[in-house]
Every structure is written in structure tokens, then in C-alpha cells.
């Protein structure tokens, strides 16, 4: 499955980075790109695990930049 998240107070572009780091390496994460300059998360992983995964990559996001937060709607 592959979706688009919006993300709020992304300050810098090496957060960015950062942060798709961290998102890359989670189990099931097939390919994470975190776009300062658009302030988006594109994120392809497995379907079976999405939302597991989906509440991983917000934490790891919070860890980077607190400040930071990603938009998922239910």
C-alpha cells in the first residue's frame, strides 16, 4: 500500500532526512520519502501492517522533531 501523509512544523530539510532514515528502517517499509519542501510523508509498506507501521513512523518522527507531527486520518 502506498500513501501520502501530510506532516505539520517540519522545520529543516536534515530533519527530513533524518527522519526518512528512521521511517526506512522499520519492518515492512518498502520505501519512506519525507519531503521538507512539499511538508509530506510518502510512505510504501506492507498492507497487513500499515497502521502498525504508520504509528511507528509518528514516533519516530516525534523523536527527531518533537515539534513535528504527522497527519493521519482514521
Not at 526518512?20 to 510504501?44: H, P
Amino acid at each position: 500500500m502506498k500513501k501520502v501523509f501530510k506532516m505539520i512544523d517540519l522545520d529543516c530539510a536534515n530533519c527530513a532526512a533524518k527522519m526518512e532514515r528512521a521511517i526506512n528502517e522499520i519492518d515492512g517499509v518498502q520505501k519512506a520519502t519525507v519531503s521538507f519542501m512539499a511538508q509530506k510523508l510518502t510512505l510504501e509498506a506492507d498492507d497487513a501492517r500499515f497502521d502498525e507501521i504508520v504509528k511507528e513512523a509518528a514516533k519516530r518522527i516525534k523523536k527527531v522533531d518533537a515539534e513535528c507531527e504527522l497527519v493521519v486520518k482514521s
